[in-house]
């Protein structure tokens, strides 16, 4: 009889012990965030064993919007939005640096996402982790962020002499511009982003008072339209 328990003891703490061979670090299950912002689920992986292992990172479920876009990141190295699962070495003690990247879009919801992370090929270890996500109206001055670019809103809004834009683009290859229209949808003026900028000053002072738009394109498609008032 105590045998008999000595040994469903062992096998349970070993069963234990194998399920604790690794942790999600800084995990966090909700997040808040704004229109056009970039939210970063930590998924770092820490080996608590003392022997290397394949860990496998897998998205099994999401219900992003048209607008929104999702990538696993590895350090600084993104892979496309279409890969939902791959797997990494870890040694030892190690941790590796890993995010899923979220690009929030410009409409309020409610984001759900489901993440499996379990040893390759044991699959009975497997650790789900479960993030909601609040997207809500920007309050902030950016008001248009991916990993490539960052637009912040124009001001002064009322403008006079003239409008300022800031912006950083990461990526050299895109073509990024501002064009302004009046109320009627006429085009006024177009203002190349040059990747190696930071700012352009959209010029107000020949228009009559009133109410204008700029739209940002991104290799020539329309992503954001924003509203400008000239006052005298």
Do not use: W
Request: hydrophobic share 35%; aromatic share 12%; net charge neutral.
């Amino acid at each position: 009889m105590k045998k008999g328990f000595f040994f469903i003891c062992c096998f349970l703490l070993s069963c234990f012990a194998v399920g604790q061979n690794f942790e999600l670090v800084d995990r966090k299950d909700t997040y808040k965030a704004n229109f056009s912002q970039l939210v970063k689920i930590a998924l770092k992986i820490k080996n608590l064993s003392d022997k290397p292992y394949f860990y496998v990172i897998r998205k099994v479920r999401s219900d992003l919007s048209e607008s929104q876009k999702g990538y696993f990141c590895l350090e600084r190295n993104c892979l496309e939005p279409s890969i939902v699962e791959f797997s990494k070495k870890v040694e030892p003690g190690e941790t590796i640096n890993l995010d899923y990247t979220l690009e929030t879009g410009i409409q309020p919801v409610q984001n759900t996402l489901k993440f499996e992370v379990f040893p390759k090929g044991n699959f009975d270890q497997v650790l789900e982790h479960n993030v909601s996500i609040m997207v809500e109206e920007r309050t902030q001055q950016s008001i248009f962020q991916t990993k490539d670019i960052t637009i912040h809103d124009v001001y002064p809004n009322p403008a006079q002499d003239h409008a300022t834009i800031d912006y950083k683009i990461n990526n050299e290859l895109y073509n990024a511009k501002i064009v302004m229209y009046n109320i009627l949808g006429k085009p006024l003026g177009d203002y190349e982003l040059p990747a190696n900028d930071t700012q352009i000053k959209i010029q107000t002072d020949e228009l009559p008072s009133g109410v204008y738009f700029y739209t940002l394109y991104l290799n020539n498609n329309g992503v954001l339209t924003r509203k400008i008032i000239v006052r005298r």
